[in-house]
């Protein structure tokens, strides 16, 4: 079997060259772990590189789209109720199910998942693809990451139980609003100089954004493996994670459809509300995590997260397939 026949199969089932790249970021890891200096170096890089992320996202952002997005108030308004209220509530349900049989970091990493704001990337192509509203996944995602900066920090110190030993130093915040607020305000100001190339060539912000996903994955894996995740998580124990991970996902995309059949959402409205209300990102989870759980078993608490990140995005693509072909079917 050819390598494209391979993948086109493989899409089918959801599975892109980006899932397969993170699939094997964490076998790397797991072979040959960075120790050391390399590990220093490598915990740089990954700064920077978020950095320049964020800032791309600033320089690509249209105030026209912003504008746009925020007028139909009905789709954004859905869109935060399930990322900041229905999926917190979710995973604070799930923390004490998970910690009958994982250990409690992981049970720490369900709630991290519930904080977390939308994705940006995935949402937005998934809903294009699908033939929903691109302008409002645009804003969506972006507010709800521009919001997540502040509030998803907060929102897991209120969640996270005193005395767990697992917590956040108020000071974690203003080095979150360092590494991606701040770039991408940065990027808003330099917009007029870079947003024609940026609208022209897609490949920067795709390489930097996989990239920096693919840096923190290998880092925080490296990270586990030298601390000894793999014999405190084992097959058996994936498999659970995996099941819940199913659980709260199909349970928040059913309550994004009745949540935006309850506004009065068209179709297009509705297929946005579905992506960026039901996934969550791992492009800021990851360096936020590295800030706020510095020292703690970041490894494990950031594992329901991937497993939630690649579980969404083969599920979302299987939908959004679907959903392409239907539109297809339509009569002209």
């Known amino acids: 079997m050819s390598l494209r026949r391979a993948e086109a199969v493989l899409a089918r089932f959801g599975f892109d060259r980006y899932m397969l790249l993170l699939v094997l970021t964490v076998v790397l890891?797991?072979?040959?772990?960075?120790?050391?200096?390399?590990?220093?170096?490598?915990?740089?890089?990954?700064?920077?590189?978020?950095a320049l992320l964020f800032f791309?996202?600033?320089?690509?952002?249209?105030?026209?789209?912003?504008?746009?997005?925020?007028?139909?108030?009905?789709?954004?308004?859905?869109?935060?109720?399930?990322?900041f209220v229905l999926f917190p509530v979710l995973a604070l349900a799930l923390k004490p199910v998970s910690m009958l049989w994982l250990p409690a970091a992981v049970g720490v990493g369900f709630l991290y998942i519930g904080c977390m704001p939308s994705t940006v990337q995935s949402s937005i192509a998934f809903t294009a693809v699908s033939g929903g509203n691109v302008a409002g996944a645009v804003c969506a995602a972006s507010m709800s990451n521009l919001i997540g900066v502040?509030?998803?920090?907060?929102?897991?110190?209120?969640?996270?139980?005193?005395?767990?030993g697992y917590g956040i130093d108020p000071s974690a915040i203003w080095k979150i609003v360092q590494q991606i607020l701040l770039p991408f305000a940065l990027g808003q100001l330099c917009r007029p100089l870079l947003a024609g190339f940026l609208n022209r060539h897609r490949?920067?912000?795709?390489?930097?954004?996989?990239?920096?996903?693919?840096?923190?994955?290998?880092?925080?894996?490296?990270?586990?493996?030298?601390?000894?995740?793999?014999?405190?998580?084992?097959?058996?124990?994936l498999a659970i994670l995996v099941g819940l991970c199913l659980v709260l996902l199909a349970?928040?995309?059913?309550?994004?459809?009745?949540?935006?059949?309850?506004?009065?959402?068209?179709?297009?409205?509705l297929t946005a509300v579905l992506y960026c209300g039901s996934t969550k990102s791992l492009a800021t989870g990851l360096p936020m995590a590295g800030i706020l759980f510095a020292g703690q078993d970041i490894s494990l608490i950031i594992l329901?997260?991937?497993?939630?990140?690649?579980?969404?995005?083969?599920?979302?693509?299987?939908?959004?397939?679907?959903?392409?072909?239907r539109l297809d079917l339509r009569p002209a």
């Open 29 to 50: 890891a797991t072979v040959l772990p960075a120790r050391g200096a390399v590990s220093g170096v490598l915990s740089q890089l990954t700064y920077w590189v978020v």
């Open 56 to 83: 791309l996202y600033g320089a690509k952002l249209t105030t026209a789209t912003i504008v746009a997005g925020l007028t139909n108030w009905r789709l954004q308004l859905s869109v935060l109720a399930l990322t």
């Open 150 to 164: 502040v509030l998803s920090p907060l929102l897991f110190a209120v969640l996270i139980p005193q005395g767990s």
């Open 203 to 237: 490949m920067p912000t795709m390489i930097v954004d996989r990239g920096s996903i693919l840096l923190i994955v290998y880092a925080s894996f490296s990270a586990g493996v030298v601390n000894g995740i793999w014999q405190v998580i084992g097959a058996p124990a």
């Open 251 to 269: 349970a928040v995309m059913g309550a994004a459809m009745l949540i935006g059949r309850a506004a009065g959402l068209d179709r297009a409205d």
């Open 304 to 325: 329901p997260l991937m497993l939630f990140h690649l579980l969404q995005l083969g599920v979302c693509a299987i939908i959004a397939q679907r959903m392409a072909g």
